[in-house]
């Protein structure tokens, strides 16, 4: 693994200073195409488990992950054990356990990766909105969350991800407007 990432333990974070002066956070380095190539392959197992999870499509879902992939959950400061999952076949039902919601949309923010040859880690930021419809409106369960990464290629020589941390740092609920209520009280 290569170890000069920093870990997001808390909601500070800093870049490596001998990185500081190549590129700041989610900026790729100009200039090395090979970097940007990479980071894309990177982002985009990051987007197969976001639209895994808000289409509920448990195979896209594990398809992020290896075989053997573990995706853990930690609640920050809430004295919970992390949750686990582990493998293919418990991975493939977690976009299922969303269905309590009546939509998600897991928004992913700014990332950082660390490549080497066959493995990387990548920290990636998202606000994971949860929403619930009553006939007035409803509510959003917005979770400000990072993700911790560890990725290594397939047996294709496709990237994956071994190990997913996420922490969620803070929530909130919001008040939202169901579309159809909106347009009726606008008249």
């Given at each position: 693994?290569?170890?000069?990432?920093?870990?997001?333990?808390?909601?500070?974070?800093?870049?490596?200073?001998?990185?500081?002066?190549?590129?700041?956070?989610?900026?790729?380095?100009?200039?090395?195409?090979?970097?940007?190539?990479?980071?894309?392959?990177?982002?985009?197992?990051?987007?197969?488990?976001?639209?895994?999870?808000?289409?509920?499509?448990?195979?896209?879902?594990?398809?992020?992950?290896?075989?053997?992939?573990?995706?853990?959950?930690?609640?920050?400061?809430?004295?919970?054990?992390?949750?686990?999952?582990?493998?293919?076949?418990?991975?493939?039902?977690?976009?299922?356990?969303?269905?309590?919601?009546?939509?998600?949309?897991?928004?992913?923010?700014?990332?950082?990766?660390?490549?080497?040859?066959?493995?990387?880690?990548?920290?990636?930021?998202?606000?994971?909105?949860?929403?619930?419809?009553?006939?007035?409106?409803?509510?959003?369960?917005?979770?400000?969350?990072?993700?911790?990464?560890?990725?290594?290629?397939?047996?294709?020589?496709?990237?994956?991800?071994?190990?997913?941390?996420?922490?969620?740092?803070?929530?909130?609920?919001?008040?939202?407007d169901a579309p159809g209520a909106f347009m009726?009280?606008?008249?």
């Open positions: 693994m290569v170890s000069n990432l920093p870990r997001l333990t808390s909601v500070r974070c800093r870049i490596p200073k001998a990185r500081q002066s190549e590129q700041s956070w989610g900026v790729h380095i100009m200039g090395d195409p090979e970097v940007s190539v990479e980071e894309s392959l990177l982002r985009h197992v990051a987007h197969d488990y976001a639209f895994g999870l808000d289409l509920r499509d448990g195979p896209r879902f594990a398809r992020a992950f290896l075989p053997d992939g573990r995706l853990t959950i930690i609640f920050e400061r809430a004295g919970l054990e992390p949750s686990e999952t582990i493998g293919q076949e418990q991975l493939l039902s977690t976009p299922a356990k969303l269905n309590i919601y009546d939509r998600t949309m897991h928004f992913l923010g700014q990332s950082h990766y660390e490549i080497g040859d066959s493995s990387a880690e990548g920290l990636v930021y998202c606000l994971a909105h949860h929403v619930s419809f009553t006939e007035s409106g409803g509510s959003d369960l917005v979770m400000h969350m990072s993700y911790d990464d560890e990725y290594a290629r397939d047996a294709t020589g496709a990237w994956r991800m071994a190990h997913r941390t996420g922490t969620i740092h803070w929530m909130e609920t919001r008040p939202v009726r009280s606008q008249g």
